[in-house]
């Protein structure tokens, strides 16, 4: 994760890292929406996308729930499991001090 960073680094950005979190339950529904099948390839194929999550989920830690993971960024996270992405993405601009008109 911070190697995927260096490019900004040497730009001399503000880098801020968002995490993003929700319930299984909700992933598993929103693994089946109709925007998340046509922009997604990968997850038309929906047996196996459900199981590759339920593989991450029992195999994987995926967020850090809560943990101070003592990085050199600021580190936002964020439970949108009743959350449109609309909304997700409103709250995360305003975290981060920009305006939807900046961005």
């Not at 503000?14 to 929406?33: H, K, M, P, W």
């Not at 339920?54 to 964020?78: F, Q, T």
Request: glycine share 2%; proline share 4%.
């Amino acid at each position: 994760m911070i190697e995927a960073c260096s490019t900004f680094e040497v730009e001399k950005s503000d880098i801020a890292l968002v995490e993003l979190s929700a319930s299984l339950e909700q992933r598993l529904l929103r693994n089946q929406t109709p925007e998340r099948l046509a922009a997604k390839p990968s997850k038309r194929d929906i047996e196996w996308s459900e199981s590759n999550i339920m593989d991450l989920e029992n195999n994987h830690r995926m967020n850090s729930n809560g943990e101070n993971l003592e990085l050199p960024y600021k580190h936002l996270v964020i439970d949108n499991t009743n959350m449109s992405a609309s909304e997700t993405a409103k709250l995360i601009l305003g975290n981060l001090g920009v305006s939807p008109r900046d961005a």
